[in-house]
């Protein structure tokens, strides 16, 4: 049986610090990597040790591809709480990562199924992800893989859960949350080489307990990470609760 890699931390600074050194050894040891990247707070910290590590000269992102996992639907762009904005302000403004080598999903797209074929069709010609970052819905989902009644393949438009909803919308002070949003399936982040997944706090406690302990089921998105190969999940103590 495969047995996901479980680390408990005291701190957000150490699970950052952990996570930081792992995507800093993977692009050591392949300077091209093709990293998948999340959003959400729980990354926050490690993109900021990522780019302490960019400042002191320790770690170039030149050569390195990105796809992020997903991307609101009917907000633009350049909008303050689109996911394009949150990577960019986070983390790819402050590293020399090049800009035409960062990808999201386009949400405002005409035709959302040509633009998810697009995306998951350039994910494959840049050799696949070779380290994907999770973190984790409150419901256990992944990206916005929402629980449901089969695990979803490639990218499509998803309708966002009120649980979803209620949870991000504190950050849409001056524009309505989206209820829709063009994701990675669960297929799609599967394939990923090595997944270190990130949580922090107690609201993640009982999706952490229903995804390493649980049976493996689409109503726990999360859930499917008990069949890859090479899954880390980091955590502090709250999130770590009830396992
Ligand atoms: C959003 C994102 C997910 C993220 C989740 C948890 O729904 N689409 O990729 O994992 O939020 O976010 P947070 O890290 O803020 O708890």
Redesign the pocket.
């Known amino acids: 049986m495969i047995t996901i890699n479980i680390k408990v931390f005291d701190t957000k600074e150490q699970i950052a610090k952990e996570a930081a050194q792992m995507i800093a050894t993977q692009i050591k040891s392949k300077p091209d990597s093709v990293l998948g990247l999340?959003?959400?707070?729980?990354?926050i910290l490690t993109y900021e040790a990522l780019i302490e590590m960019y400042k002191q000269n320790e770690l170039s992102f030149k050569d390195v591809t990105t796809f992020n996992?997903?991307e609101y639907c009917n907000i633009p762009k350049n909008d303050k709480n689109s996911y394009y904005t949150f990577m960019h302000e986070t983390l790819f403004n402050h590293i020399d990562i090049k800009e035409e080598n960062v990808n999201f999903h386009d949400g405002n797209a005409a035709d959302t199924e040509a633009e998810c074929a697009r995306y998951d069709a350039l994910v494959e010609e840049k050799g696949g992800v070779d380290l994907q970052i999770?973190?984790?819905?409150n419901n256990a989902?992944?990206?916005?893989n929402e629980p449901s009644d089969e695990f979803s393949k490639g990218s499509y438009k998803t309708k966002l859960t009120d649980s979803?909803i209620e949870?991000?919308k504190i950050y849409f002070t001056e524009s309505e949350m989206p209820q829709y949003a063009l994701t990675m399936g669960v297929e799609n982040i599967c394939k990923a080489k090595s997944i270190i997944l990130l949580a922090m706090g107690e609201k993640?406690a009982k999706a952490i307990k229903n995804m390493i302990k649980g049976e493996i089921t689409p109503s726990v998105p999360a859930s499917i990470l008990q069949s890859h190969s090479d899954v880390t999940v980091l955590l502090d103590k709250e999130a770590a609760s009830l396992l």
């Open positions: 999340a959003t959400g707070a729980s990354p996992l997903d999770l973190g984790i819905g989902h992944i990206a916005f979803t949870a991000n993640k």
